[in-house]
């Protein structure tokens, strides 16, 4: 006999949304099956958060569900109960009520059985997504108690925590950013179980460690995220070089706030929903000071090319959870250049100006911002550079060069590297400010190609 549900009145929304997800369950109701929302969409409504998707559970197979809404558009998941659906611009995915066989491979059942709403409940991950609501009555139906965890602000895994995390070790990062990204305490056994099993988390793919990895940093907590990733072994089954920066001390004329895990650490709490590169590169920056720390016979210690090297480490890291190379590529120009901040008062205008033209700069004017305000606290630099972006048009930053290859070309120089080094120079002078127009340019190129 199934356990009796608490159930609890809730109004949704009246959004394009849930009228289209209230469409198909009608449907599936009329046809004569039960159909529920189900899972976060049903938590995100009690915590008054919006709507991202909404995923519908009913007791109609997946043959069924074909019968009664013929717009499904993917059947991949069919033999675990799952399917797709449209209506109208949106896309639901409908489940079958199941129970889960065993999980060999901690990620997918080996096997599913069909079954009523209570068991669907039961082998869900936590008790504040094993909620599910009825549109036709408007109540939400608990047989999980996880309406008083959502009051209580508990994560908390429904049954034993270590059946749950060993059926898929991807929970135990779900469990971390869950509790972030709602600002919630992981209940207690359910922390315990997460930190003995953390290390099981090594088996899984990378690029889905990669997903809940940016949810994580990219959230509205990322502080939080850090600290549980940290706590919980997490970051040392995936990113252990990220526990290599802690102890490794830091000159304290510079950075008073302490060692270099320390100073990533108070760097993360000035995010907020950050961009991924910005939150990568606060994370790897100094990655590589663990390898290149040193003490001069004066006693002060330093990281000579950790930028350089930290960029390469970024790029292996990164690499092994799967990002894209656009994303590698932006943090490790972010990385590589984070020095290169202090030479800013120094630059002639060109290098200045082909300093903040780079496709990440607004990027790494923020990481250096953070950076500074997490160590020595000096934002001089960072007001300059402020000053002379607002003073700049984005054209005079970086104008399209007066003069081209083929025009050197004409002018009797053949290709190869001359030519490529006197149109760097003429460009050079260009964003100086000494050639105004096409024909002082050329006029330029005549005499510095008869030189050459």
Known sequence: MSPTPETYPLNLPHSALVQSATALAAQLTAAGHSAYFAGGCVRDALLGRPEKDIDIATSATPDQVQAVLPRVTDL?????????????????????????????????????TYTDAAEDAFRRDFTINGLFYDPRSHQVIDYVQGRPDLEKRILRCIGRPQDRFREDQLRLFRAVRFAAELDFTIESSTWQALCEMAATSRHLAPERVRDELVKCLTGSHPLKAFDLLDASGLFLACIPEVEAM?????????????????????????????????ALSVLLHDIAKPDTYSVDPDGRIRFNGHETLGAAKAEKILQRLRFSNEIIDGVKACIANHMAFKDVPHMRVSTLKKFMARPHFDTELELHRIDCTCSHGLLDIHALLLEKLASYSREEIKPKPLVNGNDLQKLGLPPGKKLGALL???????LEGKLAGYEEA???????????
């Open 76 to 112: 991949q998941g069919k033999t675990f109960g799952v399917v797709r659906v449209a209506h109208h611009d949106h896309v639901f995915e409908i489940a079958t009520f199941r129970k889960d066989g065993d999980y060999k491979d901690g990620r997918r059942p080996d096997s599913v």
């Open 246 to 278: 802690k102890g490794v001390a830091q000159p304290p004329q510079f950075h008073p706030e302490g060692d270099v895990f320390t100073h990533v650490r108070l760097m993360i709490g000035h995010l907020q929903s950050p961009g991924l590169i910005l």
């Open 424 to 430: 760097g120079r003429l460009y050079d002078e260009q």
């Open 442 to 452: 050329l006029a330029r190129a005549r005499e510095l190609v008869a030189e050459f």
